[in-house]
Nanobody
Framework: QVQLVESGGGSVQAGGSLRLACAAS????????MGWFRQAPGKEREGVAA????????HYTDSMQGRFTISQDNAANTVYLQMNSLKPEDTAMYYC?????????????????????WGHGTQVTVSS
C-alpha cells in the first residue's frame, strides 16, 4: 500500500506561480509513472503532466506545456509540479497519482484508470 500526500496548493492571482508537491509514504520511484491530474467544479478530471521515474521522461497536456514543469526528487520520494503564469482556468483540485508498473507512461498517462494510487488533492485557486 502506498499513500500519496499533496501539498502546496493555495490562492494566487493570475500570472502567479505555485509549486505542488506529492510525497509518497515509501520508496516508489524506481520505474513508475507518476501523474498530476486536476478537476474543476462541474468538469471531468484531466491529466496535467506525468513523469516516468526510471528515465525522467515527461509528458504534458498541450495547454500546460511551457507553463508547468513536473520533476522528481527520488531521495525525498517526492514529485513536484511547478506551475507558472497561472490563469483563472487553472483553478481546480490537483491530484497526484502513481502507477507502480509504469505502464501509464507508455502512451496512456492521461487515462486515470492506469493509476492505482491517488492522493486526496490540493486546491489551487487563481483569481483574475
Amino acid at each position: 500500500q502506498v499513500q500519496l500526500v499533496e501539498s502546496g496548493g493555495g490562492s494566487v492571482q493570475a500570472g502567479g506561480s505555485l509549486r505542488l508537491a506529492c510525497a509518497a509514504s515509501r520508496y516508489v520511484y524506481s520505474s513508475n509513472c507518476m501523474g498530476w491530474f486536476r478537476q474543476a467544479p462541474g468538469k471531468e478530471r484531466e491529466g496535467v503532466a506525468a513523469i516516468f521515474t526510471g528515465s525522467g521522461r515527461t509528458h504534458y497536456t498541450d495547454s500546460m506545456q511551457g507553463r508547468f514543469t513536473i520533476s522528481q526528487d527520488n531521495a525525498a520520494n517526492t514529485v513536484y509540479l511547478q506551475m507558472n503564469s497561472l490563469k483563472p482556468e487553472d483553478t481546480a483540485m490537483y491530484y497526484c497519482a502513481a502507477d507502480l508498473q509504469g505502464r501509464a507512461c507508455g502512451g496512456y498517462w492521461r487515462r486515470d484508470e492506469y493509476y492505482k494510487y491517488w492522493g486526496h488533492g490540493t486546491q489551487v485557486t487563481v483569481s483574475s
